[in-house]
């Protein structure tokens, strides 16, 4: 048994949707969250500077002594899981591989869409995981950005919104695909507009879910999970941007309200 809390982050509060699959998963566990708000958006920037972001994040949370670092952002894990892994003395989970590898799983006619960061389009982590499954996979790869913002600034359910998903999302028309895989943390809060705009019948792959069940299996098998008689358990949110801000789109993605406090990690090299 371990009773030290999880650490999870993003770059903002996309990753709250693979923390909500966590606490369905794992309600006794307790969790710290970090959004790096005042760096928004990963998926602009270069390699190097969201590894090292990425790394600022996961000492801090070491510092607290948690026993696991997830990477609830596509981009991060892109740009960071193998460089951690090696770094830092906890395990290390990433949200790509186990939603490549559902995926690859779900999809009958192996023709899957990824919806992703640039970052993570250009990283072809996705494609490559998929193809290591499904050999003859015809993967379609979108870069959707915009999507993010979305997100960020609370506009999910909004008619425009609807009108930009489907304008973006037309790129899939004519590809045939079966399922798509929400390779962003953030695009699951717009899961209804997405659905709308594909082809009737194309399956959303969240990997949140499968994420989550990946941390499950791993703290079974290590006997890390947190005892039932340690009492209620912590949850504890930060943000390097503006708390209230943070708390606002975090209370309708988690669906409770919660407190976040500020974080200042320092200025990074931009």
């Not at 892994?85 to 906890?90: D, K, M, N, W």
Request: one cysteine or more.
């Amino acid at each position: 048994m371990d009773n030290r809390p999880i650490g999870v982050m993003d770059s903002g509060v996309g990753g709250l949707t693979v923390l909500k699959e966590i606490i369905k998963s794992l309600p006794n566990e307790s969790y710290i969250f970090i959004g790096d708000q005042a760096n928004l958006p990963y998926g602009q920037k270069r390699p190097e500077l969201v590894r090292q972001l990425t790394e600022r994040i996961a000492n801090y949370l070491v510092a607290q002594d948690v026993k696991l670092f997830v990477i609830a952002c596509n981009t991060a894990t892109a740009a960071a899981l193998d460089y951690l892994r090696q770094r830092l003395p906890i395990p290390v989970i990433g949200v790509i591989q186990p939603g490549a590898e559902s995926a690859a799983r779900q999809s009958k006619t192996h023709r899957v869409g990824v919806i992703a960061t640039n970052g993570t389009v250009q990283s072809g982590d996705y494609q490559r995981i998929i193809k290591q499954s499904l050999t003859d996979a015809t993967v379609y790869s979108l870069g959707c950005p915009d999507f993010v913002t979305m997100v960020e600034h609370g506009d999910a359910g909004k008619a425009e919104t609807q009108k930009r998903v489907t304008q973006q999302l037309a790129y899939f028309s004519d590809k045939s695909i079966d399922s798509l895989v929400l390779g962003c943390t953030h695009f699951p809060v717009l899961q209804r507009e997405i659905q709308r705009a594909l082809p009737k019948g194309v399956r959303l792959i969240d990997p949140g879910i499968s994420t989550a069940q990946h941390i499950v299996d791993y703290l079974s098998q290590h006997d890390q999970l947190r005892e039932a008689e340690a009492g209620k358990p912590v949850r504890q949110f930060f943000t390097t941007g503006e708390p209230a801000e943070f708390a606002r789109v975090a209370d309708q993605l988690l669906k409770r309200q919660i407190h976040a406090d500020h974080l200042n990690l320092g200025k990074a090299d931009v």
